[in-house]
């Protein structure tokens, strides 16, 4: 093995390491790539470096697999190494392809939320107005005169009893 073999496996343990603690699994980069196969296309489609990232992520894969479990020599070239790097950097700081798919799913729910908000706001009756359509002024209205008639007819009867009781 060369020395760009041998950076790129160690390399390789650390990115494999911090792709086991993100998605708590002991597959590691298989893991990774596997959650970037799961990702819907709508989503994949907002993150514009996304095929070459995920080409990029299995290439590297496919290498350490290969130079790992290989009797043969194989290339690893200094920009596989430079590039592995990179995503380890992208990791760290919450750049990578999963991260930035996380990020386009809650502002795309946010999105959903606030039109939904919206859209009840819209259909709801504004404050003050009746529900139903017809004004309740005349139905208080309504009210107070049946009551006053009540109480008008209640205080006559009363009236009564106090005459007949009289006699």
Known sequence: ???IQIELLEE????????RDILGTEK?????????????MTVRYWITEWNNEYRQLKHIRWLR?????????VECTQSDLDWLKGFHNRLLTQQD???KARRVIQE??????????KTIAAAAPK????????SSRPRKSWILIAVIAALA????????IANVGAK
């Open 28 to 40: 590691g980069v298989t893991a990774y790539i596997e959650q970037l196969d799961e990702t819907p």
């Open 153 to 160: 007819v209640l205080f006559g009867i009363l009236i009564w």
């Open 65 to 73: 697999n290969q130079t790992a479990h290989s009797t043969g020599y």
């Open 12 to 19: 390789y343990k650390y990115v494999d390491a911090i792709c």
């Open 1 to 3: 093995m060369d020395a």
């Open 97 to 99: 392809l999963l991260a």
């Open 127 to 134: 404050y003050g107005a009746n529900v139903f359509g017809s």
């Open 108 to 117: 795309s729910q946010i999105q959903k939320q606030q039109q939904q908000a």
